[in-house]
């Protein structure tokens, strides 16, 4: 079980937003900006089910950007197999779910797309990094990613996110990345552009 929140949607058709917060946020951090991206949207907003100092995290680390494989691998079966349950405890269709997440939740979604096919049917992605390296991937055939990222991120250096664009289209994802010049904190502008293409793809 991971600690949640559901919210139904008005329009049942277009995909539920799974939001996956930051490292130290919690499933109450990106409600507003799934507001903004998807206003017709069901919400399933998870608290990541790892402490680290008191932060919540989906995965645990070893130190900054150098993650725990065992532990990845691990919480990603989790997420997938609560995507699962949550689907039929509150009956929406478990293959109509896009992902948005910041920082490690944008991670444990990329993490999703590599390990599991048909885990998403598409996702957001601020400022993530390239989750795990040296796997077989899945097919992602078709599956539309927006990945926003900061020419001066010092969490996420540009070279992590274009290795993640180029893996995840090695799997057949159609990746879009939208550079901004700024760090590694998620700006309105990227929101914005977010939900430009979900409209695109989803609306
Ligand atoms: C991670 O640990 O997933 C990344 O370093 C991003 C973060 O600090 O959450």
Not at 88 to 106: H, M, T
Request: charged share 20%; glycine share 10%.
């Amino acid at each position: 079980m991971m600690k949640h929140i559901f919210q139904k949607g008005s329009n049942l058709e277009t995909p539920v937003l799974l939001l996956l917060h930051g490292t130290g946020g919690t499933e109450t951090d990106l409600l507003g900006i799934a507001e903004m991206v998807s206003p017709e949207s069901s919400v399933l907003s998870v608290r990541g089910n790892v402490l680290e100092n008191g932060m919540p995290r989906f995965f645990r680390r070893l130190a900054e950007g150098v993650f725990d494989e065992e532990d990845l691998v691990f919480r990603t079966q989790e997420l997938n197999e609560f995507l699962d349950q949550a689907a039929k405890e509150y009956e929406f269709d478990r293959n109509n779910i896009v992902a948005l997440g910041y920082s490690n939740g944008a991670n444990i979604a990329a993490s999703l797309l590599l390990h599991y096919e048909g885990a998403l049917k598409g996702a957001i992605l601020h400022h993530p990094m390239v989750p795990r390296r040296g796997i077989d991937l899945p097919n992602n055939s078709g599956i539309p990613v927006f990945i926003a990222a900061g020419v001066n991120d010092p969490i996420c250096p540009a070279k992590e996110t274009e290795d993640l664009s180029q893996l995840l289209q090695s799997a057949g994802a159609k990746v879009e990345v939208k550079w901004e010049n700024f760090g590694h904190q998620l700006t309105r502008s990227e929101v914005e552009e977010a939900g430009v293409w979900f409209q695109k793809h989803f609306g």
